[in-house]
C-alpha cells in the first residue's frame, strides 16, 4: 500500500507571495491532518479535514487554509507569506482519526525569502 | 501553551544500554499517547502508543510507560543500538487533535 504522499518537496517563494501544497493519504485514509514543523517548536496543529470538512483547527492565523476533495486528497495554502512561515510542512493521514495511527509523509520543506 | 513538552533536547547513549526519552504533558483530558520517530527529510513514523487506561504497553525493544497522576511519558529503548539515532517526538490527544513535543534527538555511539 503506498503511503503518504506530498507535493512539491521543496519549494522557495518570496514574501506576499501564495503557495499550495498537496497531500495525498494513504488509500482508504479519510483524515488528513496538517503540521508545521519549526526548530525549537516541535510540530505545531494546523487543521484536520475528515470527508472534506474541517474538523479541527490549531492556532494559527487566517492565511492559512486548507481543503480536501472527494477522494480524500488534501490541499493547505498560505496566503501572503512571511519569512516566519520558512517551515517543514506535513501531511498525516489515518483512518478516521482519534485513536487511529497517523502516518506522516516527508513533508514539503517551504523556504520564504 | 506548549501542552506537551520534551524538556530534554537531546540525549546520548552508548550502544546497548538504555535510552530513556522523557515527556510531560499539562492537559488531564487528553487519553491517549504516542511515540514517533524522525529521521532527517522524512516523515515521523509511528513507534508505540499507550491509552490513558494502561500504564505502560511494550513492543520489542520499545517499552512507554504512562503515569497519570504525575502527567509523565517515558520511551525506553533496551538494548539502544546505531540505527534508533533519531529525533523523537511524543504527542497526545483528546478527541480530534494531536499535540506534540518538540522533540528529543537520540544519538546511540556505537
Known amino acids: 500500500k503506498a503511503g503518504v504522499t506530498q507535493t512539491p518537496r521543496y519549494l522557495i517563494k518570496t514574501r506576499g507571495q501564495q503557495v499550495t501544497l498537496s497531500c495525498s493519504p494513504i488509500s482508504g485514509h479519510r483524515s488528513v491532518s496538517w503540521y508545521q514543523q519549526t526548530p525549537g517548536q516541535g510540530l505545531q496543529f494546523l487543521f484536520e479535514?475528515?470527508?472534506?470538512?474541517?474538523?479541527n483547527k490549531g492556532n494559527f492565523p487566517g492565511r492559512f487554509s486548507g481543503r480536501q476533495f472527494s477522494n480524500s486528497r488534501s490541499e493547505m495554502n498560505v496566503s501572503t507569506l512571511e519569512l516566519g512561515d520558512s517551515a517543514l510542512y506535513l501531511c498525516a493521514s489515518s483512518l478516521v482519526r482519534d485513536t487511529d495511527t497517523q502516518y506522516f509523509g516527508p513533508g514539503t520543506r517551504l523556504t520564504v525569502l | 501553551d506548549q501542552q506537551v513538552k520534551q524538556n530534554s533536547p537531546s540525549l546520548s547513549v552508548q550502544e546497548g544500554r538504555i535510552s530513556i526519552l522523557n515527556c510531560d504533558y499539562t492537559n488531564s483530558m487528553f487519553d491517549y499517547f504516542l511515540w514517533y520517530k524522525k529521521y532527517p527529510a522524512e516523515g515521523p513514523t509511528f513507534l508505540i502508543s499507550i491509552s490513558s487506561i494502561k500504564d505502560k504497553n511494550e513492543d520489542g525493544r520499545f517499552t512507554v510507560f504512562l503515569n497519570k497522576s504525575a502527567k509523565h511519558l517515558s520511551l525506553h529503548i533496551v538494548p539502544s543500538q546505531p540505527g534508533d539515532s533519531a529525533v523523537y517526538f511524543c504527542?497526545?490527544?483528546?478527541?480530534?487533535?494531536?499535540?506534540f513535543g518538540t522533540g528529543t534527538s537520540l544519538t546511540v555511539i556505537p
Open positions: 504527542a497526545a490527544s483528546a478527541g480530534n487533535q494531536f499535540y
Open positions: 479535514y475528515f470527508s472534506e470538512t474541517q474538523r
